[in-house]
């Protein structure tokens, strides 16, 4: 982007500026946008009543909060209770900066990229500014002086480590494909195809990363209303609460940008608008990008009112034993067609080779191991639902030495005001320590 040192700052402050529009924007839309799908797929209306069909409810709950009484813990870290819900926010704006929107254009009289900034290493400003939320949500648990922020702040931290490294792996054959890392270079080699259509693993394995990096169900474990009340901002109230939340949509907006930037040609029409001569020049693009950033949160929606929450354990090794492994024979997979190919061979035979070989080596010993160990968990299910049918239906009871032994006859008797019958030897006693 040879033009970024030597723009007006007066034009720089309405890139910026029109950044943070389009953030706010996308994030009162898509607060809306979630109510209304879930609600059609729940069968019900959703927000109706402030604004014509309810478009401004997330604005007027944004200002309610904004409104709200602040509540403080006494045991709060108060300095660092108030920054984590800064350090939480400010990444996920800064990480829009490397995005581009659209070509070029003429902005009174200027001609420049429709992007705040680009880099030569620009996705990994993205990927580090999306690794630098999660301090705010450790620090917003650690810092409330309470047990359960605390635990959603360390599922925080452990949920980014493991989907950072398959988010970030997937990334790689992107990078091998095009040749750069700037966002703006990737984009441009998308021009005669999208990198979805070679590179659809990659794209599989990021979107379901991005799920768990940003927190969203059904990997939505940091903030577990069901075990951990409301998470890692349970503490938290009025504008300090809003700006977690902030974060969370703008994050979800971001990757969503990112995945089009990426892997559906950013901001290029999609077939059959490309086949218009004008439908890649002036202020178009920003139509097709904005669409594509729409669906992104469409899918993330479509989850969340579809999937139930996973188990700690099985998201956990969702990540470890699946989409790394998984990510990382890709990445072999792409790097021999590349070698094979620089090599001067055939695509077709610099692709099949490949793939034998990972059919061989890989998949058909993995697919054997699964299903071994898959009879093995059957076997052990019908034994334990064999030696449930043997045995008899029982209540369960206490022990006999914690019952509690009948009074003695003569106490009974006197109890009622009847005389006392003689006790009985202790040798004619039954166990229970009575004679009845």
């Not at 070029?104 to 001609?111: A, D, K, L, M, R």
């Not at 492994?325 to 990445?331: A, E, K, S, T």
């Amino acid at each position: 982007m040879p033009d970024v040192g030597t723009l007006p700052f007066w034009l720089i402050l309405i890139k910026v500026l029109g950044v943070f529009v389009f953030l706010l924007v996308m994030t009162l839309f898509s607060i809306v946008f979630e109510r209304k799908i879930v609600g059609r797929m729940q069968n019900r209306i959703g927000p109706n009543r402030t604004g014509p069909w309810g478009v401004l409810q997330s604005l007027a709950d944004g200002l309610k909060l904004a409104f709200k009484e602040e509540i403080i813990p006494v045991l709060a870290d108060k300095p660092v209770y108030f920054i984590a819900p800064i350090i939480s926010a400010v990444p996920a704006f800064v990480a829009f900066s490397v995005i581009p929107f659209g070509p070029e254009v003429s902005i009174f009289g200027h001609h420049t990229l429709l992007q705040l900034t680009d880099l030569p290493v620009g996705v990994l400003v993205t990927f580090a500014c999306s690794a630098l939320g999660v301090y705010g949500i450790v620090l917003a648990g650690w810092s409330s002086g309470s047990t359960y922020p605390l635990l959603g702040g360390l599922r925080s931290a452990a949920q980014m480590i493991s989907y950072e490294v398959a988010m970030g792996l997937s990334l790689v054959a992107v990078f091998l494909f095009s040749g750069t890392m700037s966002t703006s270079g990737i984009v441009f080699q998308q021009r005669h195809e999208w990198n979805v259509l070679g590179l659809f693993v990659s794209f599989a394995v990021y979107a379901i990363a991005v799920v768990g990096e940003t927190n969203r169900a059904p990997f939505d474990l940091p903030e577990a209303e069901s075990e951990l009340v409301g998470g890692y901002q349970t503490e938290y109230s009025s504008f300090k609460f809003a700006m977690f939340y902030l974060a969370e949509y703008i994050n979800m907006v971001t990757v969503s940008a990112l995945a089009a930037t990426l892997f559906l040609g950013g901001w290029r029409a999609p077939w059959p608008l490309s086949l218009w001569h004008g439908a890649n020049a002036g202020w178009w693009p920003i139509l097709w990008f904005t669409g594509k950033v729409v669906a992104g949160i469409f899918m993330f929606v479509w989850l969340r009112g579809t999937l139930p929450r996973l188990r700690y354990d099985q998201f956990m090794s969702f990540g470890w034993k699946a989409l790394i492994p998984i990510n990382l024979v890709w990445i072999l997979t792409i790097t021999a067609v590349h070698v094979l190919r620089d090599r001067g061979w055939e695509w077709w035979r610099a692709i099949a080779v490949p793939a034998a070989v990972v059919l061989l080596i890989v998949v058909v010993p993995g697919l054997m191991i699964w299903e071994k160990s898959r009879a093995e968990r059957a076997g052990e299910r019908a034994a334990d639902e064999e030696d449930d049918r043997l045995q008899p239906e029982t209540f369960p009871i206490p022990p006999l030495d914690l019952l509690v032994p009948k009074p003695p006859r003569e106490l009974a008797a006197v109890s009622v005001g009847k005389p006392a019958a003689p006790l009985a030897s202790s040798a004619t006693l039954p166990p229970g320590g009575t004679d009845d």
